[in-house]
């Protein structure tokens, strides 16, 4: 365990669902970043949040939208998804004083159906 | 284009051999990480080298980067069925963004 939770671990959604998926961390870090891994490519960095201000937006389509409310928690917002984005999506966080090294949830396997 | 390029691609392996894992990036990084990834699950920090490093060692793994290449290994001794899993480099650039490789898939056979 890293000490990254990430919930739920599975969803499958149509394509005219709205569903959020949750993280969560207790380290006390003030970093926090959600991933996009699909079959055979690289890890994509969707989204970056430091001390809950977002400062990096990897060009993500509008449908997915993120959401920061305090350092500890980190929610991705999905709507009118596509079934090319079904993928794992994972949640990372990072401490304030050793911010390149990262800390992985366990993930949402997401299916768009 | 992706900073981090892993090859081999896959590597299948006995128990006990070396597995060697090679990683390319195209700019001028911070450090550079790896992390495994099991089957389905998250990524787990493994090992970072800076920039003014050329080799680090962490039990059973030995880390070498060449910054005038813009490459580094990854070496596993004396591997174990456990050791089984993708791992992933991530150049790390500003800030705290980190950029990864499409991994290495590494099987070890019992």
């Known amino acids: 365990e890293t000490g990254v939770t990430q919930t739920p671990r599975h969803l499958v959604m149509g394509m005219t669902n709205k569903k959020s998926l949750k993280c969560e961390q207790h380290?006390?870090?003030?970093?926090m970043y959600w991933y996009k891994q699909s079959a055979k490519k690289p890890l994509e960095l969707m989204f970056v949040?430091?001390?809950?201000?977002?400062?990096e937006n990897n060009s993500v389509p509008s449908r997915f939208s993120p959401e920061c409310p305090n350092s500890s928690h980190l929610f991705l917002h999905l709507h009118t998804l596509q079934p090319e984005d079904s993928a794992l999506y994972l949640c990372?966080?990072?401490?304030?004083?050793?911010?390149?090294?990262?800390?992985f949830g366990p993930g949402t396997r997401l299916t768009v159906t | 284009s992706q900073q981090g390029e892993e090859d081999p691609q896959a590597l299948s392996i006995q128990e006990g051999e070396n597995a060697t894992m090679n990683c390319s990036y195209k700019?001028?990084?911070?450090?550079l990480q790896w992390y495994r990834q099991n089957s389905g699950r998250g990524l787990v920090h493994l090992i970072l080298?800076?920039?003014?490093?050329r080799e680090k060692h962490s039990g059973r793994l030995r880390v070498t980067l060449d910054t005038s290449k813009k490459s580094s290994s990854l070496l596993i001794t004396a591997s174990r069925a456990a050791d089984t899993a993708s791992y992933f480099c991530?150049?790390?650039?500003?800030?705290?963004?980190?950029?990864f490789g499409a991994g290495t898939i590494l099987r070890v056979k019992s």
């Open positions: 990372a966080s990072s401490h304030p004083t050793r911010s390149y090294e990262q800390y």
């Open positions: 380290l006390g870090h003030n970093a």
């Open positions: 949040y430091n001390f809950k201000e977002q400062t």
């Open positions: 700019t001028s990084i911070n450090n």
């Open positions: 080298i800076r920039s003014n490093e």
């Open positions: 991530a150049a790390s650039l500003y800030g705290n963004k980190l950029v």
